[in-house]
T-cell receptor, first 114, second 110 residues
Framework: DAGVIQSPRHEVTEMGQEVTLRCKPISGHDYLFWYRQTMMRGLELLIYFNNNVPIDDSGMPEDRFSAKMPNASFSTLKIQPSEPRDSAVYFC????????????FGQGTRLTVV | EDQVTQSPEALRLQEGESSSLNCSYTVSGLRGLFWYRQDPGKGPEFLFT???AGEEKEKERLKATLTKKESFLHITAPKPEDSATYLCAVNTGTASKLTFGTGTRLQVTL
């Protein structure tokens, strides 16, 4: 398996634009997590899905952020409109059986909002 | 609210110089404590999960231990390839959420 695949690897966008980050989890995994990493706050969980259903989105910073998982092999994280403070590295991770077991992370998307 | 604190923030070792990284936590109902390694420009990579106080796990030059208040990641005779950021995380309650510390940046020099 190629592991968790995220795209794009880098995204530079202007403030106010819509940004969509994409994730393909490892085949057979039933949990998918979206994290955000910054120097100040470290790695923070934004939202996670179980069997394509959003379970906990309490980490989503505000209504500008939304996430979907239309099927077991694809998820998106959308920011609309984007703001400079959204600049961070966004990671997608997947696991089989939940957070008590090993989670596999993607390479991340480095987002810069100017 | 769950809190995870890692120390030191950065550590520089010479090759072969053993040391320990600390992860202290304040949580209610620890279900698991995790150690991950993160290389620059990459996602975290799983190392260990510890579930109860007294538990220990080893992998090559790394050994993780757990008490009721903290975990240690012991690095024995490190090599330059052990240079990375080491992240600690906890899972509590019934949800599948991990709370991460801000990490320890380890640099091992020749």
């Amino acid at each position: 398996d190629a592991g968790v695949i995220q795209s794009p690897r880098h995204e530079v966008t202007e403030m106010g634009q819509e940004v969509t980050l994409r994730c393909k989890p490892i085949s057979g995994h039933d949990y998918l997590f979206w994290y955000r990493q910054t120097m100040m706050r470290g790695l923070e969980l934004l939202i996670y899905f179980n069997n394509n259903v959003p379970i906990d989105d309490s980490g989503m910073p505000e209504d500008r952020f939304s996430a979907k998982m239309p099927n077991a092999s694809f998820s998106t994280l959308k920011i609309q409109p984007s703001e400079p403070r959204d600049s961070a590295v966004y990671f997608c991770a997947s696991s089989f059986g939940g957070a008590l077991l090993e989670a596999f992370f993607g390479q991340g998307t480095r987002l810069t909002v100017v | 609210e769950d809190q995870v604190t890692q120390s030191p923030e950065a550590l520089r070792l010479q090759e072969g110089e053993s040391s320990s990284l600390n992860c202290s936590y304040t949580v209610s109902g620890l279900r698991g404590l995790f150690w991950y390694r993160q290389d620059p420009g990459k996602g975290p990579e799983f190392l260990f999960t510890l579930y109860s106080a007294g538990e220990e796990k080893e992998k090559e030059r790394l050994k993780a231990t757990l008490t009721k208040k903290e975990s240690f990641l012991h690095i024995t005779a490190p090599k330059p390839e052990d240079s990375a950021t080491y992240l600690c995380a906890v899972n509590t309650g019934t949800a599948s959420k991990l709370t991460f510390g801000t990490g320890t940046r380890l640099q091992v020099t020749l």
